[in-house]
Every structure is written in structure tokens, then in C-alpha cells.
């Protein structure tokens, strides 16, 4: 999915697109582009990596331009790959969304003609078929254009010494903002929302003329039409959400759909990554914050699974720390890709000879050139600081991850593996079902408004998930949380407990149940209000004032089910506090600062 | 134009299906019922949806979102309470202008469908269709292409034509809805009957695609009518010595192991595992996430996202919910049954069995023909199910 932008009126074009194009980040963002025409000719500008790669102050004051961001699903973004695209005089500049099905073709016959490419998109062939065709009138060359491509496309085009933008859309969005001397183009109403909220809709076909002063639309049939003007009545924020109230809320709602993904085509092992091929005698994972917690549950999945002996740390920590003897194979995890004490991490790691394997969710984000190899989260973008669905996905990497490693150490047995991968593939319908249940969640949350302190305990796989629930509320809902392992309560936390301090205990029955329900007795004899997320179990809820159970699964994979849990307990209570729940004060997404 | 489509009920005669989501999101080859609507609208270029919702709206609101996926632009509309389909529509009538189609989510329909309607051109029109047993639905009795009567669910019918519900109206209709909810009238038969008087309403007939489930075993004619749209594509892992004829699609990430045999049409979605030597017959649709084991017979048959059906089993014209989990040795047997439903004998030709989402099975139960099985059901091994299960039930 791209995200394309146009401008032709008085303002400055520079400004315009780069804040549509930040308003069309949520449609991708792994490279971007702009082209602006100017009294010198045309000026193109485009990198790979975020919208913020671009240095502004490079890029002209001209009062008309085109621009471009994109999410690779497949294949590498680069900088010659990236939008907008130029013929070969440099006269003419286009951006495009879609996929133009026949490109082959048509490029074999340009290439004989003589013209020279300088990518290998299907979308450059749109500039240099309008050079080839060129009438002395751009919005006609593109109608004669248009004829010939097969596929999905939503087109903007500009050439030198002219204020008129040329855009065509078949099957991939398109809207035309109307303002007063000026007028917008581009893939979705927010990037333009800002300046006008009167757009037209193009239809499958249409051509359409931008100046300043006018837009004239003309349909497939080369008629010269009127569209409606519609009168865009939502704001900015609604538009992205998609029905849900905050971001962090439909990325919940997104994780069935997030975890099948991560799993596609990895079931029967990962195709990318030759984990055989490298020693992993030993194995250590690094990360920051939420992805620390992803890593955390790697370490007690590749323990399990694999038997191997791995540690788990901090990348803040683990760069000052002293080299060994010991050369771990190390895997970095980070959301963005751009963790500044994880890219470090990888960095110090590789200096001391181990071999590196990052886990994130940005193609060709900065950590995947710092590093041997590379997994993808997919999980898609992520737009609330707090992180969800990629922690979701994270933690399924590690099963994948640990299963790998445990049937290169033969520690595994196939058909358990075999069993493993059965129960990974069932579990987006587990959460689906989980989520079904929002409403029971969203209830006891009212027990958490109010107190200021509020304990999370787990044990085994899921003390790192009493860590990530602690954090996710401290987060969004400003509550003073901490995780503990339950069983280190004893040794200091306990002197704090009170019946002013929840605790939300994780309970499911895996080897630690009996143990866990002695941790609960104690804290209910100090009377906190006890919250007990796990399997349905009679004592369980005689010991607890709530039992939200989660669906029953094989103890293994329940810390993906109870985070569920935990993540929608901090989401209501932080709505209930009217918290900025999808930009908590004073944190930012991606942390890129040491 | 805008089209408003109604999708606020629950398609109670649909239940145990509904337990978790209305009927309009019921899958038939892998796609919500509601998806071939929209679909059929935005290729008859109407992109400007309104959906009127209620039922697990949410279901819906996170599958569609803004309709970018879609190439359309919806919004949603709430109707609190399902009183009828007219109160529904009512509920549109700030986001409509003065033309505009009016359709049910939850029957199948194809691009041929609206465009039989929308080129007659002629607002206050209702499509008609035939149909084999028409005292299900709305009978209709025309004169020179007007309306002269629509009688719902009659005993005895007069006529094998049937309204579809699917209508293109004007603003006008808003006025004569509030005159007859005063009267406590809720639904659209009722509205448009009333039209009959002044002859206003054309009867625009179809021959196009249109399918209705009234009751579950209703949806695997409309799976296998989706079927046939059904084009070749393989994005999966198919292992040497399968063999697939016909037309056969099989989603990203599924593997197909050694010895399997798929006789399309016949759809597997993403991400599925189907075991060594399974035999996989038309009309039968896979979702996503779907492990099928070893030896297992699959025919005419739907079988929804993150079901288990294990090795050696039998499905024959039967509907296993979401998240379904079969043991090894299942069989369901078919037949011609009588049901008896909502108080009269229903004849249904070859059915299998019927089980609602996440019921767990042990391994060599066998199911009687025409057995309905509820949601949450658990059922031990070697059982033998020759009557339906209510909903969360435990069988030993």
C-alpha cells in the first residue's frame, strides 16, 4: 500500500506535501519522495527509510509539487526504487499507487525506443511512456497513456515550467481536494484534511486536470464530467482509526490477523534465516523496553524447547557491559528497527565476533544493516506508542524461533514439534476469541481506577508478561505498576501491599499452578484486591475477586493469550482515566535517542 | 449513488452460526456473505456505502473498516434495536440523497444482480426474482411491470415470483416510514406494500444471481454458487504427487502434503496445513489457519477459520464453525432428513452435520444426519451424536 499527495496553488508545495505524506504515514512508510516544479526545471528529492529521511531544507520553495510513501510488502525499498519517477529529460515527474500488470511489455518496447530506466518498478514506465507520447499537452499525453496499462493505478504528474497537475485513477484511490486558488490530490482524505474538507472522488477511469484555479474531470469515455463535491464532515483522527476510538485499540483488535501473518509460510520452518548454519551453543537476546519482555519469554521458550542456555538483556545495559570468552549468538529485537541502544547493541555484538539475527517489524529499518540476519514481524504498522501487536508478534518469532533451535539440537521431538506449530496456527482464533470477551475485561478494569499502586506477579513464561502488563499501564494510564515473579514477593514487595493495592495475578495450571496459588492465598490474607488472569480453576476463584479466564491452550502458549488480557486491562483503564492513550506524555514510538 | 445495506440483525434461524457474529459475516468460499454485496456494488461503480449495523457490529466495523480494502467508502450506521427492516433504513435517512439502492447484506448477490436494477433506471422499484419455495419470502403479484401485491411468507402462494429486499427508492419513502412505525409498522414489505395503492412501485425482474440462507444448511448451495466464480490460483507449498484438477485456490503459506487429491472447485485459505493423502472433493471450502490430517475425505463442505478436523476423517455436506477441533475418525453420515424447524417439517436433500464454533471433539465420533452441534460443545471420544447438542453441552 502507497500513500500518494499533489499540490498546485499559492502556498509553499514543500510544506504541504510533507505534512499530507506524514498524514498518509499509517499507509506505510519505508520510503518516500517528493518532486516539485520550479522556475530550474523539476527537483526530486525521495529516500528509503521514514518520511523524516528527507532533508527539507534541501528541497525548493516552489508552489507546486508531487509526493510518494510506501510500505514494501515484499522486496527491497532502495532509493532508485523509490517514487517520484522522472523520463529521461527530466521534464516530466510522476508518482504511482498500484500495480500495473502489463509494465513488462511495455518497458521491452521503451527500452527499443531507446529510453533509459533507472529502476526496476512497474511505475517508471508511466513517465517515460508520457515522454514518448508527448502532444505538447500533459494531461492529454496521459489520457492517451492511461489506454495503454493494465492494472490498478492512481497517477499524479507534473512536468517543468507549468502549475498543472495530470491525475488518473482504475482501482486505487484517489480524491481531489478543492481550495480557494489552490488544489490538493492524493491517495486518502488526511493528507489534505488539514487545508480543505470539500474533495471530489475520481471514479475507475477518470482523467482529471489540477491548476490552482480549476479541476476538470474527464471519464473513460474522454466526456468532460462533474463529480460531487462532498463535504467531509469527520476529523483527521477518525479517518485513521477506522471506527475505533484510539489506534492502540484497533491494533488489539488487529492481532488475529498480526499473528497469522507472522506465521505465514513459517510453519514448516523459516525460509529467510538458515538458523543450522550458525552455533548456537549459547544464546543471548537483546532489547529495550517492550520488545525486552518479547525477548524475556524467548529466553524461557529456547530454555524449554531447545534446552539451550540463554540470557536475556537490556541493550542499554549489555553495551556497557564487559566481553567474554563467550561468543552467544545473539538476537536483537526492536519494533522500529531503529532502536538507538539496540542498533548499538548490534553493533557492540558484532565487534566482540558473535553472530547477530535481528527480529523487527520495518524492512530495511536501520538494525537490518547492522546484522547477519533478519526476521520480519510483520505484523504491519504500528501507529500507538504503546505497542501491541508487534510485542504479539515478537513473542511469536520466539516460538517459531525456539522450535527451529530445538529441532537442530534434537532436543525436540518432531512431532511434538509438529504439535507446536498446530496449536501456533490456531492461536489467532484463540485471541479472536479472547476479544470477543472485551467486555468482561472492561469491567474489572474499574477495580484498577483509583489506586495508586497496582502489582502484577507471574511465574515461569508468564512472569515476563506480569512485566509488559506492569508497563503497559504505567504507560497509558499513568498508574505506578511493577512486575514481579511471584514468587519474589516475599522478599520486600510484600511490606507494600495493602487493600488500596491490586494485584493482577497470572495463573494459568503449567507446572508453577500449586505455587501460584499459595503466592494468591498470601496476598489475599494482606487483603489487596486480587485479580487472577488464567485457566478456570475452582480454588483460583474462591482466593480472587475477578478470574478473567483466557481460552484454554496448552500452558506454552498461554502468555500470548493473558497479554491479550493485560493490554485491554490497561487500555480501559487508561479510557477511564481520559488518558492520551495513544500518545502517552513525555514517550515517543520509536526511541532514538541513547 | 448511494447504496444502504442492511446489517444490523442477527439471522436468528441461522443460529448456532450467530452465536458470535451476525449472519451477514458468515463465510461462504472464504468470503463474509456481506463482502459479494459490497463487492457487487463497487463494480457497478457505487463506492458510497452505508452500512445500517447492530449485531456484533464491531465484527463487522473491524473487517470492512473505512472500505480503502474495498475500493469503497462506508460508514455505519447503529440501529440499537432490531425492530425491523424499515426502522433500519430510517436510520440512514440523514446520510442519503435523493436516489439511492437499498439491499440486504445477507443474500448473495453478483455485479449482474444490481445492474439488472440500477440500468432500468427507475426509482421505486424492487427487484424480483423466482423462487422454488416462495412462501419463504415475499410473494409478489405484478401487472405491467407495477407491483399490485407483496405477501409475506403466505401459506399458500399464488406466484413463484419473490421480492429480493433489494430496492432503489427516493427521499420519499422517509416520510411514508414514519407514518406507518406510528402505526407500530417496522419493516419495508409492509412500507412498500402500501405504495401498491397508488401503483408506484415497478417490478424490475432478475434472472442474476441471488441466494438467500434461511437456515444453515442453506449455506452450502450458496458456498458451492460461490464456488463457481472461482478462479486458479496457487500461493501456497503444493509437495510432489498432488493432484489438483479443475479449479482449485489455495492461499499463502498452506501446504498441501504428498499424495493429496483436490477436484475443484474447491477453495483452501491462508496459512492451512492438509495432510498427506487427504482428498479434498467440490464444492468444498477451507479459511484460514486449518489443519486437515492424514487421509481425510473432505467433500461439498465449509469448514471456517482455525478449524482442526483430524486424520482419517469423513466430511460430507457438512459446516464446521470457526476454531472447531475434530479427533482422529470423525464421520458424518448423509441423507435426505426431515427437520422439524420453527414448528413444520423441512425436507433437506444430503446433509451432513452442522457444528457451531470452538466445540471440541475426541476421536471416532460419528454424527447422524442433519445433527446440528452448538458452540462450546465438548464431546468425548467415540460418541454418537444422533441428535442435536444445545450450545456449551458436554456429551460423554
Known sequence: ?594 | MKAVILAAGEGRRLRPFTSSEPKVMIPVANKPILQYVVEALVSNDIHDIIMVVGYHQEKIKSFFGDGDEFDARISYIEQPKQLGTAHALYQARNSVEENFIVLPGDNLVSTDTIDDLVNEGKTSSVLITTSDEPSKYGVVSMENGIVEDIAEKPEHSISHHISTGIYYLSRDVFSRIEQLMADNTYDLTSVLNSLKDIRELNGIHTESMWMDAVYPWDLLSLNSAALHELATANRGMVEKGVIIKGPVSIGEGSVIKGGAYIEGPAIIGEGCEIGPHTCILPSSSIGNDCTVGAHTIICNSIVMDGARIGYKSILESSIIGEGVSIGAGFVSHTDVVDIIIEGHLERVENIGCMVAEDTTMGGGVTCYPGVIIGDRCDIRTGSLLRDNVLPGSSVR
Open chain 1, 1 to 594: 500500500m502507497c500513500g500518494i499527495v499533489g499540490y498546485t496553488g499559492k502556498n509553499n508545495a514543500r510544506e504541504i506535501l510533507l505534512k499530507g505524506l506524514g498524514r498518509l504515514e499509517y499507509r506505510g512508510y519505508d520510503s518516500a519522495g517528493v518532486a516539485l516544479a520550479g522556475e530550474s526545471g523539476i527537483y526530486i528529492q525521495k529516500k528509503k527509510g521514514r518520511l523524516k529521511e528527507l532533508d527539507a531544507k534541501e528541497i525548493p520553495s516552489t508552489n507546486i509539487g508531487i509526493g510518494h510513501t510506501r510500505w514494501a510488502t515484499h522486496g527491497k525499498p532502495s532509493n532508485e526504487n523509490s517514487h517520484p519517477f522522472s523520463d529521461c529529460t527530466g521534464d516530466i515527474a510522476i508518482v504511482h499507487n498500484g500495480i500495473i500488470d502489463n509494465f513488462i511489455h511495455l518497458k521491452e518496447d521503451l527500452i527499443n525506443k531507446g529510453h533509459e530506466f533507472t529502476s526496476e518498478t512497474d511505475s517508471e514506465i508511466i513517465s517515460h511512456l508520457l515522454e514518448e507520447h508527448f502532444n505538447g499537452d500533459l494531461v492529454d499525453t496521459l489520457k492517451i497513456v492511461v489506454k495503454m496499462l493494465k492494472g490498478s493505478f492512481a497517477i499524479c504528474a507534473l512536468q517543468k515550467d507549468s502549475k498543472n497537475i495530470a491525475v488518473a485513477r482504475n482501482q486505487s484511490p484517489l480524491v481531489i481536494g478543492l481550495g480557494v486558488g489552490e488544489n490538493f490530490v492524493a491517495s486518502d482524505v488526511p493528507a489534505i484534511l488539514d487545508y480543505t474538507n470539500e474533495v471530489k472522488y475520481l471514479e475507475d477511469g477518470d482523467v482529471a486536470l489540477l491548476t490552482p484555479n480549476e479541476v476538470r474531470i474527464w471519464d473513460s469515455q474522454d466526456a468532460l464530467v462533474e463529480r460531487d463535491v462532498v463535504e467531509i464532515q469527520w476529523t483527521i483522527e477518525d479517518a485513521e482509526k477506522g471506527g475505533y476510538e484510539h489506534y492502540m485499540l484497533k491494533e488489539i483488535h488487529e492481532q488475529p490477523k498480526a499473528i497469522h501473518a507472522s506465521l505465514l509460510g513459517r510453519l514448516g520452518g523459516f525460509t529467510e534465516v538458515d538458523l543450522g548454519k550458525y552455533d548456537t551453543e549459547f544464546i543471548r537476546l537483546i532489547s529495550c523496553g517492550t520488545s525486552y519482555h518479547a525477548a524475556l519469554v524467548g529466553k524461557y521458550l529456547i530454555e524449554d524447547i531447545a534446552r539451550i542456555p540463554c540470557t536475556a538483556e537490556l541493550a542499554s545495559e549489555y553495551r556497557y557491559s564487559s566481553p567474554s570468552e563467550l561468543h552467544p549468538f545473539t538476537i536483537l529485537i526492536s519494533q522500529s528497527g531503529e532502536t538507538a541502544d539496540t542498533i548499538a547493541a548490534a553493533k557492540e555484538a558484532k565487534r566482540r565476533g558473535c553472530k547477530t539475527l535481528a527480529v523487527t517489524n520495518v524492512m530495511n529499518s536501520s538494525i537490518t544493516r547492522e546484522v547477519d540476519e533478519v526476521i520480519f514481524t510483520h505484523a504491519g504498522p504500528e501507529i500507538g506508542v504503546a505497542a501491541t501487536k508487534t510485542f504479539t508478534t515478537q513473542v511469536i518469532m520466539m516460538y517459531l524461533i525456539a522450535i527451529e533451535l530445538g529441532l537442530k539440537t534434537k532436543r525436540l521431538l518432531r512431532e511434538t514439534a509438529q504439535e507446536y506449530r498446530d496449536e501456533l496456527r490456531r492461536i489467532p482464533r484463540h485471541v479472536r476469541v479472547l476479544l470477543d470477551r472485551s467486555e468482561d475485561i472492561e469491567r474489572v478494569s474499574e477495580k484498577l481506577i483509583g489506586a495508586d499502586d497496582i502489582f502484577f506477579v507471574g511465574r515461569h513464561l508468564n512472569y515476563p508478561v506480569a512485566l509488559e502488563g506492569a508497563l503497559k499501564l504505567k504507560e497509558i494510564a499513568y498508574i505506578h505498576s511493577a512486575g514481579y515473579p511471584a514468587g519474589e514477593l516475599k522478599h520486600g514487595p510484600f511490606a507494600l501491599l495493602t487493600n488500596r493495592t491490586p494485584v493482577v495475578a497470572i495463573s494459568v495450571k503449567d507446572h508453577t499452578f500449586e505455587k501460584m496459588l499459595g503466592n494468591i492465598g498470601e496476598i489475599a490474607s494482606r487483603d489487596s484486591p486480587i485479580i487472577a488472569v488464567g485457566d478456570h480453576d475452582p480454588e483460583l476463584e474462591k482466593l480472587s475477586d475477578d478470574l478473567i479466564t483466557v481460552p484454554s491452550v496448552p500452558t506454552l502458549f498461554s502468555p500470548i493469550l493473558v497479554n491479550v488480557v493485560l493490554q485491554l486491562l490497561a487500555y480501559y483503564t487508561a479510557y477511564k482515566l481520559e488518558c492520551a492513550i495513544d500518545k502517552p506524555r513525555n514517550l515517543a514510538k520509536s526511541v532514538t535517542v541513547e
